[in-house]
C-alpha cells in the first residue's frame, strides 16, 4: 500500500512539473505597429516606447530630432522620402544613432548632421539596413563603424564629405546607390569581405578609397562617372575589381595584391553575338588599346598607375546588364514632307458651326532613334449659312543620306524611377576640410541624368 502511494505521488508530481514546463508563458513575440504622429508625437518618443519587433511608420511631414535607436525596430516612412524629413535638431549628432542589431530605415529625407564626422545615419550594430533614403547635406552620408552585415541599397546621397564610410565594417553590401557632389564617394577602412555592386558615383573628388588592410572586397558593376579620381588602393590586399565603367576621373592607384577581372571566365553579348567563357576586366574611358579578334576585349592590358598592378581584360566599351556595349551610331538623315488636305462643305441651316481640325505630325532623327511629335488644334465658328468642316494631315517621313560614324560609347538607359526627383537651387563642392550646407534634395538635373541607368541596373540584377 505504501508503495503504490509513493508511486502515485512521484507520478502526481512529474505531471505537474510537466504541466508548469508546457504552460509556463513565454514573454511575447507578438509585435505592433505604432505611428508617428497618431500614436507619438516624436520619432524618440515612439522608439523609446516601442519593443524590440515593432514597426514604426511615420507620416508625411518634417521632423526636427535626433534619434538614437536602441530598440529592434523597422522605422518606415508612410509616404516617398521627398514627403518625409528628418532634419538633426542639433548638427553635431548624427540624425539617426543606431546603437543595437536588427533595425530598418528606410524612405525619409535625411539632413542636417554637419557637424565634423557625424552622419545622416550612424551605423554601430551589425544586421541593420538603410534603404531609400534621400541623404544631402550631412558630414558622411551613412557612416558604419565596427559592424557586419549592413546592408545599404537604393540610396540618394549628396553634398557630404564622404557619401558612405566604413570603418571596420566587415561581410557588408553596398548595393544601388546613387552618389553624388561629394569628397569621396565610397570610404572602405579597415574594412573586409563588402560587395560593392551597381552603385553611380559622379562629381565626386575620389569615387573610391579602399585603405589600411581592407581586403578581399568585391566591387564590381558599378559606374564611376565624371570624378576627378577613380579608384584608389592603399595598403590593402586580395581585393577583386570588374564589370565596373570608370568614365573620366581616370587618375586611379593601387598599391597591394589585387584582382582587376572577373574571378572565373564568363559568357557576354558583344555585337549581338554570346561570346566567351572569358576572363572579363573594367572598361576605362581613356584606353587606348586595340582589339584585334573583335570580341571587345583590349589585346593589351590596362595599367593601373602605381605599385604595378594591371588589368589583364580591359573592356572596349561599357558593360551594361551582360553585355559589352556596342558604340552608338550618329546617323546624317534629310527629312521630306508630305502634306495632304481634304476639305468638305456641307449645307446647313442658317445657323451653323465650323469645325476645323488640324493634325502635325513631326518626326526628328537622332543618336538614339526618330522622336515622332504630333500636334492636333480644334478651333470651331458659327455662320449664319453653311457648315465648312476642313480636315488636314501633314505627313513628315525620313529618309536616310550620307553616312555613319561612331561615336564615343554612352550608357543610355530608359526606366522608371520610384524615387521623385525634387527641385533645389545652389550647389556645393565638397572635400575632406569642407563644410558641409544642406542645399536642397540632391538636385533635380543630376538625378533625371542618372536615376534611370541607376535604376536600370538595379532592375538588371534583380
Not at 514573454?27 to 505604432?34: K, P, Q
Not at 545599404?152 to 546621397?157: A, S, T
Request: hydrophobic content about 30%; glycine content about 8%.
Amino acid at each position: 500500500m505504501r508503495n503504490r502511494s509513493l508511486v502515485f505521488g512521484v507520478f502526481l508530481f512529474s505531471v505537474i512539473a510537466i504541466s508548469l514546463c508546457v504552460h509556463v508563458p513565454l514573454a511575447s513575440t507578438h509585435s505592433s505597429v505604432i505611428h508617428v504622429p497618431g500614436d507619438y508625437p516624436t520619432i524618440q518618443e515612439a522608439v523609446d516606447g516601442a519593443s524590440d519587433g515593432d514597426e514604426i511608420v511615420i507620416s508625411p511631414g518634417t521632423y526636427v530630432e535626433n534619434v538614437i535607436v536602441d530598440k529592434k525596430v523597422h522605422i518606415v516612412s508612410e509616404a516617398d522620402p521627398a514627403a518625409t524629413t528628418v532634419e538633426a535638431a542639433d548638427p553635431s549628432k548624427p540624425v539617426f544613432k543606431v546603437t543595437v542589431s536588427d533595425v530598418m530605415i528606410s524612405g525619409f529625407t535625411i539632413s542636417g548632421a554637419s557637424g565634423s564626422a557625424m552622419a545622416g545615419v550612424y551605423v554601430l550594430a551589425s544586421d541593420v539596413n538603410v534603404s531609400s533614403c534621400i541623404l544631402s547635406g550631412n558630414y558622411y552620408g551613412i557612416r558604419i563603424v565596427s559592424a557586419s552585415n549592413v546592408r545599404v541599397f537604393d540610396n540618394r546621397i549628396c553634398d557630404t564629405v564622404a557619401g558612405i564610410f566604413g570603418t571596420g565594417m566587415d561581410s557588408s553590401t553596398i548595393e544601388n546607390n546613387l552618389v553624388t557632389r561629394t569628397g569621396t564617394g565610397l570610404y572602405l577602412h579597415l574594412s573586409k569581405g563588402n560587395v560593392v555592386r551597381g552603385n553611380i558615383i559622379t562629381g565626386a573628388d575620389r569615387a573610391i578609397i579602399i585603405d589600411s588592410h581592407s581586403d578581399a572586397n568585391v566591387i564590381f558593376e558599378n559606374d564611376f562617372l565624371e570624378n576627378t579620381e577613380g579608384i584608389l588602393i592603399h595598403d590593402s590586399r586580395n581585393n577583386v575589381i570588374y564589370l565596373n565603367n570608370i568614365v573620366s576621373g581616370t587618375s586611379n592607384g593601387a598599391e597591394g595584391d589585387n584582382t582587376w577581372n572577373s574571378p572565373e571566365e564568363m559568357t557576354y553579348e558583344y555585337l549581338g553575338e554570346s561570346l566567351g567563357p572569358s576572363y572579363l576586366g573594367n572598361y576605362w574611358s581613356d584606353y587606348s588599346g586595340e582589339d584585334s579578334d573583335g570580341n571587345g576585349v583590349g589585346d593589351s592590358p590596362y595599367a593601373i598607375p602605381s605599385g604595378g598592378e594591371v588589368d589583364k581584360y580591359p573592356l572596349m566599351y561599357p558593360w551594361e546588364g551582360g553585355r559589352i556595349s556596342a558604340p552608338s551610331i550618329t546617323t546624317t538623315s534629310s527629312t521630306t514632307a508630305t502634306t495632304s488636305s481634304v476639305e468638305t462643305t456641307t449645307t446647313s441651316p442658317p445657323v451653323a458651326t465650323t469645325t476645323t481640325v488640324t493634325t502635325t505630325t513631326t518626326a526628328t532623327s537622332s543618336p538614339i532613334g526618330t522622336t515622332t511629335t504630333t500636334t492636333t488644334a480644334l478651333h470651331s465658328t458659327t455662320s449664319a449659312s453653311s457648315s465648312t468642316t476642313t480636315s488636314s494631315a501633314e505627313t513628315t517621313t525620313t529618309t536616310p543620306t550620307g553616312s555613319s560614324t561612331s561615336s564615343t560609347p554612352s550608357i543610355t538607359t530608359t526606366t522608371t524611377s520610384p524615387l521623385t526627383p525634387l527641385t533645389t537651387t545652389g550647389s556645393s563642392e565638397s572635400s575632406p576640410e569642407a563644410t558641409v550646407e544642406g542645399k536642397g534634395i540632391c538636385g533635380i538635373g543630376t538625378f533625371l541624368l542618372l536615376l534611370p541607368p541607376w535604376m536600370a541596373l538595379k532592375r538588371r540584377k534583380e
